[in-house]
């Protein structure tokens, strides 16, 4: 065995004690099969881990309809959080944002609505007009809207999703996937959480005409906080709904149900299923330091080990005491060191199986010494090499 591979192997931490011993046939949850789902394509995950717990055709490309309008709530939310448009900014309303048909907010052409207006008329009322409206205002035209919509897609890593509108009516080659839109979902949540409590608001009024929210699971469930409704003849009728249990998230999507009853429905069986059989776990925060490891020929001789990122782990409900993480580093790191380097990895292993595997990662930069000791390091190196 090679010198490095001893070394490693004497560097296995173990960071969180292993319940005592039983057969991982007594501990290990049992876990129905999800139940069947009257979609034609839908998707269960976890927000944070990205952890897929039930789907079926969920990379099918299919028309969203008005799930469409969450790309076009992310990117004006976006616009809002850097600085560049603010709620109170008024949005002159053309005669195509006024003419758009569909679903509406019922703004007039010719008039001002300020951004936190149209925001609402597009999440809560699923407004075309609004839609159209914000368009226009960020973008000049919803055409060019749509070019800034599907080069979001591409970063967030919807790679089967194409837009032609912002609104989600009908045109060849405007499509999307269940998988796609849990993505676009799971980045509205996480990314600017400042306005996503928009998306658990019952009603909104505009011109004096007071509509409800579409999803109708904000009144039948007070876990579930959001997302969005969609439906056209082509694309049946659509759901992304997100719920939240204690510090458990999940997200499901429903794409060509039958009718609105059967959207909530079908989500309503993806999100109970979810919920009772498991959880959500933060293993690590972000910038934790794991452990301190031996640096040769560095200013310093101990160096930070850690993630960067907060890390999350989606396991059967109860099995949290059954979890082991084991970090694996190469104990030889030698000056100079960059913050994020990658010099090892944690698994998280569960009943014998690993169910995370993570980078570790310098969390500090350690330069070289000086030559007198880059010398002495090297030479206590060669000791060290020696009787290993």
């Not at 790679?159 to 499509?175: D, I, M, Q, R």
């Not at 996937?177 to 959480?193: E, F, G, H, R, S």
Request: with cysteine.
């Amino acid at each position: 065995m090679a010198i490095t591979s001893v070394i490693r192997s004497l560097f296995v931490v173990l960071l969180v004690a292993v319940v005592p011993a039983v057969s991982s046939a007594a501990s290990a949850p049992l876990i129905p099969a999800p139940p069947q789902i009257g979609a034609s394509s839908y998707i269960l995950i976890d927000p944070l881990s990205g952890s897929v717990l039930m789907e079926n055709n969920s990379h099918e490309r299919l028309p969203p309809a008005s799930l469409t309008k969450m790309m076009t709530a992310y990117i004006v939310e976006r616009e809002l959080h850097e600085g560049r448009i603010a709620m109170t900014d008024m949005v002159p309303i053309s005669v195509k944002a006024w003419q758009t048909k569909g679903s509406r907010t019922f703004v007039r052409e010719g008039t001002q609505v300020s951004v936190a207006d149209l925001l609402r008329g597009v999440i809560i009322q699923s407004g075309n007009d609004a839609s159209v409206a914000l368009a226009e205002f960020i973008a000049g035209s919803e055409e060019a809207f749509t070019d800034i919509m599907n080069q979001q897609a591409q970063l967030l890593g919807m790679k089967n999703t194409h837009f032609l509108n912002a609104t989600g009516l009908p045109a060849p080659e405007h499509y999307s996937t269940a998988y796609d839109l849990a993505l676009l979902a799971q980045a509205i949540i996480n990314d600017y959480p400042e306005n996503y409590p928009i998306y658990a608001e019952k009603h909104f009024t505009y011109n004096n005409i007071r509509q409800p929210n579409r999803n109708t699971l904000l009144w039948r469930d007070p876990s579930v906080d959001g997302l969005k409704t969609g439906h056209t003849e082509e694309a049946g009728y659509c759901l992304a709904a997100s719920a939240k249990r204690d510090n458990t998230r999940f997200i499901g999507v429903v794409m060509g149900t039958s009718s609105p009853s059967a959207r909530a429905q079908e989500i309503q069986k993806m999100l109970n299923y979810g919920f009772r059989y498991y959880e959500s776990e933060r293993l690590f925060s972000a910038g934790q330091q794991l452990l301190d490891s031996r640096v040769w020929g560095g200013e310093a001789d101990q160096l930070a080990l850690g993630v960067n990122e907060a890390v999350h782990v989606t396991i059967p409900r109860g099995s949290k005491g059954a979890l082991e993480t084991i970090v694996d580093v190469d104990t030889v790191i030698k000056a100079p060191v960059a913050a994020g380097d990658e010099l090892g990895r944690v698994r998280v292993v569960l009943n014998g199986e690993t169910v995370l595997s993570q980078p570790v990662l310098a969390l500090e930069s350690i330069p070289e010494g000086g030559f007198f000791k880059r010398l002495w390091d090297s030479v206590k190196l060669f000791f060290v090499n020696l009787l290993s």
